[in-house]
């Protein structure tokens, strides 16, 4: 079917459901659901598909038992070519990953205008699906028609780039279509164009999902969030129009896209971000050490405070530094644009201080410490060479140069028991503040394992870093932190029918909470991160956006009056139950 036949008969389609007076009453009731009045009929369903060219189908879970399964099921790449299943299995107490009853196949935004439409006119629970990462089970929802965006990944690099209808000078930037993930957007960006894009630190996360919920990879520290970054977005909205919204073109839409939330504000169907000179290094620092003692811990823990507010606290360093219950400080940083020399000199006073009480210490040999050119950073062929670092998709034809990082494999398909966050502020880092950061981080780590996430909170950043990520509809509280604060627990995966640990993961789940009650002792009112929290959260709306709430709640009801794109703490879901299926206000 050609555009202009397309087009018509999406139109078609539109105006023939919208004369229906009984569906919009219904909207003030809630969403249907197979076998009730208004679900669509057969002949509905057919018209749909044959609107958007055939891709609309039943969603169909593959078959889940066997060694080759299990296999697959571990496999993110995998996970994310179906449409019936998520990244995550669920969360407990929460949601479990269900197909929904219909899924459109989208490859182009017609595709998509057609399938809201349509949803809008029958009163249809909709979600929407990219590379289904949400820890909230965003695009999860049984009885539901899900807008499966995952083929609509093109990547394309551009020299200059002017959004539509501003006058702004052109700049070097990078287009990304609603399917598109972060290593093909770094791969073309960093090892084709020698520069760099701001994006997520896991490979197979999408562009679209991360840039909504503000996002944070391993450099932000240095170049502010990946919202920070957005030029132009081209969006559906619940009225079914084709939206391409940019600091020109309804600018307050455009603003809520960075950082208002995903699956909030309509359906994005690409993306682009300005791309940034490329430092000439990145590498990667690891350590663990084990203290012998609580004592001995507790002064660990201090030492390492003062070495990173005096020699870590800056746009070079990023990523993460867990305390655990055991005693065990474990560092994974990545840092870029220094050389190797320089970064092992960055660490010497912490080993000095280690191996200078042997008594008390161990692990220092445990140190490494590895540069690379910035252009290999993403470079499979290249990382290969270090054994485990890596892992490749195995699948048959899958491209050679798709991996996800080994560490990251315990998050596929699992099962979260817990996870909650807090920006954690920079003032915690001066001198005479230093001591109620340690006793907070200590007591925390006595309940569980502790992160502070550096590269997630901007505090440290440059000032053009932070002036772009000013201007996003994240929560300001990330503006003045040193770091995010992370605290979680992965339980085993559900695919394959293995049920969940319900008792342990509640006493789990308790503490984790436990740990973090003991580290807002020292961050009371620290905001929480969207992308990266508690499904539990309370107060939500002021811990993801602060200030920024009431604008965005606006620009919901603006361009969303009837409340078509809900998701579990998404802005305006005050007014629906917690499936999405009941307006409660």
């Known amino acids: 079917m050609n555009r202009r036949h397309l087009l018509a008969a999406s139109a078609s389609l539109a105006a023939a459901s919208f004369l229906r007076p009984s569906l919009a009453n219904a909207a003030a009731m809630g969403r249907v659901r197979p076998g009730q009045p208004g679900w669509p009929s057969d002949a509905d369903w057919a018209d749909l598909g044959r609107a ?16 080759e399964a299990k296999a697959l099921l571990a496999n993110p790449f995998y996970l994310a070519d179906q449409p019936g299943l998520t990244e995550s299995s669920g969360y407990l107490d929460a949601w479990r990953s269900q197909p929904s009853a219909y899924a459109v196949t989208a490859d182009s935004a017609e595709d998509i205008a057609a399938a809201v439409r349509f949803a809008s006119a029958h009163n249809l629970r909709l979600v929407i699906k990219g590379r289904g990462h949400s820890y909230f089970g965003g695009s999860s929802a049984p009885d539901s028609l899900l807008v499966w965006t995952r083929h609509m990944d093109q990547v394309t690099v551009h020299d200059d780039f002017t959004p539509q209808g501003s006058t702004a000078a052109p700049v070097p930037a990078l287009s990304a279509g609603a399917g598109a993930v972060w ?68 600018p307050d839409l455009f603003w809520a896209l960075k950082g208002g939330g995903g699956g909030t504000f309509g359906v994005i169907t690409r993306l682009t971000l300005a791309t940034h000179d490329l430092p000439a290094t990145m590498g990667v620092v690891s350590l663990r050490l084990q203290a012998k003692s609580d004592e001995a811990y507790r002064r660990l823990l201090a030492k390492f405070v003062e070495v990173y507010a005096t020699g870590l606290f800056n746009p070079h360093w990023g990523e993460q530094v867990t305390a655990r219950p055991d005693n065990r400080l474990e560092v994974f940083m990545v840092f870029q644009g220094l050389t190797q020399v320089e970064a092992k000199a960055a660490w010497r006073p912490l080993l000095d201080f280690a191996s200078a009480n042997p008594v008390d210490y161990e692990g ?29 998709d195995p699948r048959p034809g899958a491209a050679p140069t798709d991996f996800w990082w080994s560490s990251n494999t315990s998050e596929t398909g699992t099962f979260w028991e817990g996870y909650t966050s807090a920006w954690m502020p920079a003032e915690l880092l001066k001198p005479a503040n230093q001591a109620q ?21 901007l505090a440290g950043a440059p000032a053009a870093a932070l002036d772009a990520s000013r201007d996003t509809a ?5 503006l003045g932190a040193f770091a995010l604060a992370i605290i979680g627990s992965e339980g085993p995966t559900l695919y394959g029918g293995a049920a969940p640990d319900l008792a342990g993961g ?19 009112d620290a905001g929480a991160y969207v992308n990266e929290c508690d499904y539990f959260q309370p107060d939500w709306q002021r811990a993801f956006w602060g200030p920024n709430y009431p604008r965005l709640a606006a620009i919901k009801r603006r361009y969303d009056p ?4 809900t998701v579990h703490h998404g802005v305006g879901s005050e007014g629906w139950s917690a499936d999405g299926f009941t307006r409660e206000v």
């Open 506 to 524: 509640r006493a789990r789940a308790a503490r984790i909470q436990a740990a973090m009650n003991s580290l807002r002792v020292a961050a009371p």
């Open 52 to 67: 958007i060219g055939g891709r609309l189908a039943p969603v169909a879970l593959p078959a889940l038992d066997g060694p």
């Open 474 to 478: 994240t929560n300001p509280d990330v």
């Open 183 to 250: 290593l093909h957007a770094y791969q073309a960006v960093t090892q084709g164009a020698g520069r760099y894009v701001q994006g997520g630190g896991c490979t197979t996360v999408g562009v679209a999902g991360l840039v909504q919920g503000g996002g944070f990879g391993s450099c932000s520290k240095g170049f502010g969030s990946a919202a920070a970054s957005l030029l132009e977005a081209e969006i559906v909205t619940a009225d079914g129009k084709v939206r391409v919204v940019n600091h020109t073109q309804e």
């Open 562 to 565: 009837r409340g078509l794109f």
């Open 364 to 392: 220092q040999d445990s140190f490494a410490c590895v540069a690379v050119p910035a252009r290999q950073f993403w470079d499979a062929n290249v990382l290969r060479q270090a054994s485990g670092v890596i892992t490749s």
């Open 437 to 457: 950061l340690v006793d907070a981080w200590f007591a925390a780590s006595r309940h569980w394992g502790v992160s502070f996430h550096f590269n997630k909170g």
